[in-house]
């Protein structure tokens, strides 16, 4: 199949810095195009203003522009309104031959695959990579909260009845969008994945005692505030908070590290190359993820994988993982929780156990099978098509 994959952020190389969704996109697309599929991906443009296209582990990149728009709007940490705006602008002529799958990932990328499929008369797939429709009160103003509650009780609706299939990353929301009237046939939970061996070679890296990492957008839906405010029920102790990542709460959440008096117990390693997070992790002797809402979070596979222990908020796609036995899972939000959890792994001795079980977990998520699974979907639709 020729299947070609958009989305504003595209993957700029190895060692660039990048989101979460854009790994994930990267990687689903590299086992796809193991398995045989002439697999592209088309995005905007990045900070050097690339246009010209390029190939990573075969999978070819397709940076578009218009009038700069692009290169000026690229961040590492965030899509911006701006760019979403801009791109369809750039993505309007791409040229080349035509695919047989477009599939966009989020809003306005769900929106251009769905107009290319049909101007190809080919089949349009689109991924919603969790939401935050449950906690847009808790992140955002009220009246900006109710703006994009409504926003998003229409978009993604409109979205799967427009594509042929709506997957999403997170269990919890596609149960939600069925309750919203969707058929069944329309939408799919696919999880996210991880290369299990890739993260077991990093095992070797020797853990810190008391070193706790986390990787995340620095944004209010991640929780930030509540895994450093949960230092100050582990005062006295030697545990040291690793944060990396980028993001519009960097100012704020450092003024509380520092007004916490936190300043030499909580370093801020700014973005960070996915290889370097990797690393980062083998140093920890805990991953904490303490997000208010998550889809399949791709740090917590990772962290799985290198047979970490895992201390994850309840949230959505965070507990279609994390069940007790391979991880601790505690209220969104709850800082002394949090606290508990910390210094209870310091003296229980199933942690082992745990840790076990976390290898486990993360091989019944390798790529090779999340691409055998949306390569399946691919083949129905393109037969329900002809």
């Known amino acids: 199949m020729r299947i070609l994959h958009i989305y504003e952020l595209g993957p700029l190389g190895e060692d660039t810095v990048h989101g979460g969704l854009e790994i994930a996109i990267l990687e689903l697309c590299k086992a796809l195009a193991e398995r045989g599929h002439e697999v592209s991906i088309l995005a905007g443009a990045g900070k050097n203003g690339r246009t010209s296209r390029y190939r990573i582990d075969g999978v070819e990149v397709i940076p578009v522009d218009f009038l700069g728009l692009m290169r000026r709007t690229w961040s590492a940490s965030s899509l911006s309104v701006a760019?979403?705006?801009?791109?369809?602008?750039?993505?309007?002529?791409?040229?080349?031959?035509?695919y047989d799958i477009y599939h966009g990932h989020v809003y306005v990328s769900g929106l251009i695959a769905w107009l290319m499929a049909r101007r190809n008369r080919a089949v349009a797939v689109n991924t919603i990579h969790g939401s935050y429709y449950n906690v847009w009160e808790k992140i955002a103003p009220q009246g900006k909260a109710m703006v994009f509650k409504a926003l998003e009780r229409v978009l993604v609706p409109l979205l799967a009845k427009l594509t042929d299939l709506q997957i999403h990353t997170s269990a919890s929301f596609a149960r939600q969008v069925l309750g919203w009237g969707l058929p069944q046939s329309k939408i799919k939970y696919i999880p996210n994945g991880v290369d299990p061996e890739v993260f077991r070679e990093k095992s070797t890296i020797k853990e810190g005692q008391g070193r706790i990492f986390t990787a995340r957008?620095?944004?209010?839906k991640n929780g930030l505030e509540h895994l450093i405010g949960a230092l100050r029920h582990l005062d006295g102790l030697d545990y040291h908070l690793y944060i990396a990542g980028d993001g519009p709460e960097k100012n704020r959440l450092m003024s509380m590290s520092s007004s916490l008096g936190l300043d030499n117990r909580v370093t801020f390693l700014g973005p960070i190359s996915h290889r370097d997070v990797a690393e980062e992790l083998a140093r920890a002797e805990m991953a904490v993820i303490p997000s208010l809402v998550e889809a399949t979070s791709l740090f917590m596979l990772e962290a799985l994988a290198m047979g970490k222990l895992v201390i994850a908020s309840r949230s959505e796609g965070l507990r279609d993982v994390i069940n007790g036995c391979?991880?601790?899972?505690?209220?969104?939000?709850?800082?002394?929780a949090l606290a508990e959890a910390i210094l209870r792994a310091a003296s229980d001795p199933s942690v082992g156990k745990m840790r076990a079980e976390a290898v486990k977990t993360a091989r019944r998520f390798p790529w090779r099978k999340i691409a055998e699974i949306t390569e399946k979907e691919y083949e129905r639709l393109m037969k329900l098509r002809r």
């Open 83 to 98: 760019r979403q705006a801009f791109f369809p602008l750039a993505a309007r002529n791409i040229g080349g031959h035509d």
């Open 217 to 220: 957008r620095l944004v209010r």
């Open 326 to 336: 391979n991880g601790v899972l505690v209220r969104p939000g709850d800082e002394r």
